[in-house]
């Protein structure tokens, strides 16, 4: 072995057996540390996957989606512009689209009720997506009672449970014909929810957008581009949680190497002042000390970062569970696909590793710097 | 065996669950088109807008076709009163610093 490879392998050896003198508080700081970076790369993973998940998807979202406002809010379109709109050039296709909310009384929950297009539903027959089916404890074949506009029952057969991988999009939807939804809702013909418009060529969008509010101007496109935005910005940086949550752990985590690079204890100077007195160079003390944090700091990251990864991706994020959840009764279960980003671990393992390693070299090259009769009498 | 043995291979073993782990990752979104395919076909065929995250209110389960407002939709700057509304952010306007502009009447 390499003479300098050899003086590192011993300065790690000593540094290792310091470590281990103080176990109790090296491993408790060890653990701390491994869990601010485990929340940290947890909330990483999570978002980024969340946000990649939506990208990929609403990539197969309608080009557009046009709502009619009244009084501000969201209002039914007439079938009068539907056809109008379908008329405007540019437009390839508009589907007038039928759906709605629907809460259960019973298990308290809110579902999304929509017409499906299929020919193969048949009328009286729905679609439910797994959350439904967990929540109502029913399967293929049962039927379900959905209160209509009247308070009357109107009874459905299940004709299929739409299949686990569909949650995150379809957990909580219920799929009927048109004509249910109609009678469900108290609908009538001529009426639908919105219109979804796909366009020949994406970049005319904006133009046909512009088409659609000029003809009317009650009209509200939302463009598919607008959809990306919205799951962009709330599962941003800068959105609340995480906000918040990186917060306080860069705070938390900022006042813990603050404690460390203000001061070492009086043993670790002694200790600094004895190994001066025999021979060691401030060099050597430093590498000591560089050993001593980066084990740390390098055991933390990467267990953390692999802890974080195994909770997200195949526990599927339960530590977040509650506050995702919030206060929803139907909650999808669904397992994320990871979308790692080398640009995220990298500024994890600078924000965490360098720091650290970083707040033990200062205290100690000042301690290293003074003289080792005073460091031993201190 | 020398401590340093002892460290290094531990980091050694880290380190392989860590490229363990950037291969699985690699591994999943090679097959992601497959697992996603269901999916996909549902938000074609349905023309879906939004992912079934928060159930609890109509503008928490579908932020993108909410009122311009949502989710703090009863007045811009109102807190939202689902734990789910703080991963969305609020609005940037109209800012309650933002000053108010003068009545038509004093207007120049």
Known sequence: ?378 | MRPSTLCLSLFSALAALFAGMLLHAHGRQATATQERAGRVALVRSLGLTDLCLFTEARYTRHPAMADRHAAFQDHPMALDHFPSGSLLAPPQFPSPHAPIPPAPSQRP
């Open chain 1, 1 to 378: 072995m390499r003479p300098s490879l050899q003086r590192h392998r011993s300065v790690l050896d000593f540094a290792l057996s310091s470590l281990l003198r103080r176990k109790g508080r090296n491993l408790a700081l060890t653990a701390v540390y491994t869990l601010v970076v485990f929340v940290l790369a947890s909330l990483v993973f999570f978002v980024q996957a969340l946000k990649h998940e939506a990208g990929e998807l609403l990539e197969h979202a309608p080009d557009m989606v046009v709502q009619r406002m009244v009084a501000g809010r969201h209002d039914p379109m007439p079938a009068s512009q539907v056809d109008a709109i379908r008329e405007i050039r540019g437009v390839e296709e508009a589907e007038a689209r039928l759906w709605g909310y629907y809460y259960d009384p019973v298990y308290g929950g809110n579902l999304t009720v929509m017409a499906s297009p299929d020919p193969t539903l048949l009328p009286g027959s729905a679609r439910i997506g797994r959350g439904v089916a967990r929540n109502m404890r029913v399967a293929e074949g049962d039927m379900v009672p959905l209160r209509g506009y009247d308070g009357l029952p109107l009874l459905f057969t299940i004709q299929q449970v739409l299949a686990e991988e569909s949650e995150l999009v379809a957990s909580d939807l219920v799929l009927l014909t048109p004509a249910d939804v109609r009678t469900l809702f108290h609908l009538p013909e001529g009426l639908a929810t919105d219109l979804a418009v796909k366009a020949g060529n994406p970049r005319e969008l904006a133009t046909i957008a512009a088409k659609i509010v000029e003809k009317f101007p009650d009209a509200r496109p939302i463009l598919k581009a607008e959809m990306l935005r919205t799951y962009e910005a709330a599962f941003d940086w800068r959105g609340g949680l995480m906000v918040v949550v990186l917060s306080s752990a860069i705070l938390s985590f900022i006042i813990f190497a603050w404690d460390k690079a203000t001061g070492l204890s009086a043993e670790e100077r002694k200790e600094i002042g004895i190994l001066k007195s025999i021979g060691w160079e401030s060099g050597d003390v430093l590498l000591l000390k560089f050993w001593e944090g980066a084990v740390v700091s390098l055991a933390a990251f990467l267990g953390g970062v692999l802890l974080a990864y195994g909770h997200v991706f195949f526990f599927s994020a339960t530590l977040f569970e509650h506050a995702l959840k919030g206060w929803s009764v139907l909650f999808p279960r669904f397992r994320l696909i990871p979308a790692l980003d080398a640009y995220q671990l990298t500024v994890l393992f600078f924000l965490t590793v360098l720091p650290y390693t970083a707040a033990t070299l200062v205290p100690c090259w000042r301690a290293a710097m003074a003289d080792p009769d005073s460091a031993m009498r201190s």
